[in-house]
């Protein structure tokens, strides 16, 4: 197919992949006559895979992400639905990437069409294929309409809300090509911040005031610090950190996502683990995946940290929990986060969260590198009305 290439669909369920040498982000958005969203539910992506009609499905790492769209089944007041990609790494162009969407029969995998936009450059997002209804029949065209401003920019152009604080997002810049559409929140920040004096903590290293683990596991309260130290040494190995909820109410499922933001020693944004971005500092920090539900027991999102392989500039994380559903913390229960040690999985030190705000996201807890190169761990607990982890990346390196 060319740009601006139609055709008819043969088959009435379909699926559109993308494929590129990156890791790219795709997902769809289920557009009225207006060419709008009717809400954020319309907005298809890897955290929220459901729309009626319209399904994202995961390549899982081996194979292409896919949009299917089941067009029987997708209701009478959408007219579109638009296919959008972005590479996974943050700031990451389509300069010499050559995606190709290939469109295919959702149920055989039998290829209808193919299409690789062409001359692409700076764009770091793409409307790349929609499916369309023209007097009740069913077509594909080819678009490649690229955007300057990423996902969000894609999903503010189509009405979707993206952040609830718009001074925490920098203004997004114009598309690269003139068209209404811009894409969807998948952002990646980690934060990092500096802890402040412990509160008292129980047991005291002897001649420090400070505690750390020689006596065992240590269970925090908020703005409590532990000197990540036992036996006088520093503990510079592997550890993760487990963060856990429950549902406040019996069978509903509470869709939360956990984060880890690092920040450089002048609370310098460095980069963001998230679902969306599943590794970064090179390996050193690296998330379990997402938890749609919260339930079940034990840990329900972990990220590992390599303490000894961080980069030295990378001198504070801060964990984080947000809820892009927008359900509220009042809504959630037995809120957690606990460090182990990665090799013996032996639980070092565990906070609980013991109050809720009706907010939508919390700063959990923070490691703080010291000049000495020791690591801290302090107990936040500080409630955000943020959704995304973007909308944390500010809030959490005040708390630096």
Not at 44 to 66: E, K
Not at 92 to 112: K, M
Not at 313 to 329: C, H, P, W
Request: proline share 9%; net charge negative; glycine share 12%.
């Amino acid at each position: 197919m060319t740009p601006g290439s139609n055709i008819p669909l043969t088959v009435a369920r379909v699926a559109v992949d993308v494929a590129a040498p990156v890791r790219l982000d795709v997902s769809g958005l289920l557009l009225t006559a207006d060419g709008k969203v009717r809400s954020d539910d319309d907005f298809i992506f890897y955290n929220q895979p459901q729309g009626p009609g319209v399904t994202y499905r995961s390549g899982g790492g081996t194979a292409p992400d896919a949009i299917v769209v089941d067009t029987a089944a997708v209701p009478p007041g959408i007219e579109k639905i638009v296919v959008t990609a972005s590479p996974d790494a943050a700031g990451q162009t389509f300069q010499g990437i050559e995606p190709t969407a290939t469109i295919r029969g959702a149920d055989d995998g039998s290829a209808l069409a193919t299409f690789t936009p062409p001359r692409l450059g700076a764009e770091t997002a793409l409307v790349i294929v929609e499916i369309y209804r023209r007097n009740g029949v069913w077509k594909a065209r080819a678009v490649g309409q690229g955007y300057a401003d990423g996902l969000a920019g894609i999903a503010t152009d189509f009405g979707v809300s993206v952040d609830e604080e718009p001074a925490a997002a920098p203004a997004q810049p114009a598309p690269t090509q003139p068209a209404p559409v811009r894409p969807a929140p998948v952002a990646d920040p980690r934060v990092a911040a500096v802890p402040p004096p412990p509160a008292a903590p129980p047991a005291p290293a002897p001649g420090t005031g400070k505690i750390n683990l020689d006596k065992g596991r240590v269970s925090l309260q908020k703005n409590q610090t532990v000197s990540l130290v036992k036996g006088g040494r520093p503990l510079l190995s592997q550890v993760k950190m487990g963060l856990g909820w429950e549902p406040a109410f019996r069978g509903k499922d509470i869709d939360l996502d956990a984060s880890v933001i690092a920040y450089g020693p002048n609370r310098n944004h460095l980069d963001s683990c998230y679902f969306g971005k599943l590794s970064i500092l090179n390996g050193s920090v690296k998330h379990s995946g997402d938890n749609l539900t919260g339930e079940g027991a034990g840990d329900d999102e972990v990220i590992v940290v390599d303490l000894g392989r961080l980069p030295a500039d990378a001198t504070g994380l801060v964990f984080t929990v947000n809820s892009f559903s927008g359900q509220k913390f009042t809504e959630v229960a037995k809120a957690y986060c606990r460090l182990l040690d990665a090799t013996t999985g032996e639980e070092l030190v565990r906070f609980d969260l013991t109050g809720a705000e009706p907010q939508t996201g919390v700063m959990m807890a923070k490691l703080i590198k010291q000049f000495s190169g020791e690591w801290e761990m302090t107990a936040i607990g500080d409630f955000v009305k943020s959704r995304t982890v973007r909308g944390m990346v500010k809030p959490a390196a005040q708390a630096l």
